[in-house]
């Protein structure tokens, strides 16, 4: 999906291009947190009983949450400042 949404975005007027492949690119290590579905190798530590599910989402919550909280502390207002 990354691809087509930066192919829309350059495509849009007034978008800034490397804002919002910043913001997408961040999203994906947000979003490979968060369930045992969202990324790649997530299906094989969740599906191949390495993590069990109770720790996977325990897990994916307390990363998330990081994750999230660095997005709003430092990169939004990061992006603010090169724009």
């Known amino acids: 999906m990354l691809p087509v949404v930066l192919t829309v975005g ?6 800034d291009v490397p ?4 913001r997408c690119l961040y999203s994906l290590g947000l979003m490979g947190e968060i369930s ?14 390495y ?6 989402w325990k897990f994916g919550l307390v990363f998330g949450v990081v ?10 207002p990061w992006l603010e400042l090169i724009r």
């Open 10 to 15: 350059t495509g849009m007027p007034g978008v």
């Open 19 to 22: 804002t919002l492949t910043l």
């Open 36 to 49: 045992p579905f969202a990324t790649g190798p997530a299906p094989m530590y969740f599906g191949g009983g």
């Open 51 to 56: 993590i069990g599910k109770r720790d996977f």
């Open 67 to 76: 994750y999230f909280a660095g997005l709003i502390v430092i990169v939004y």
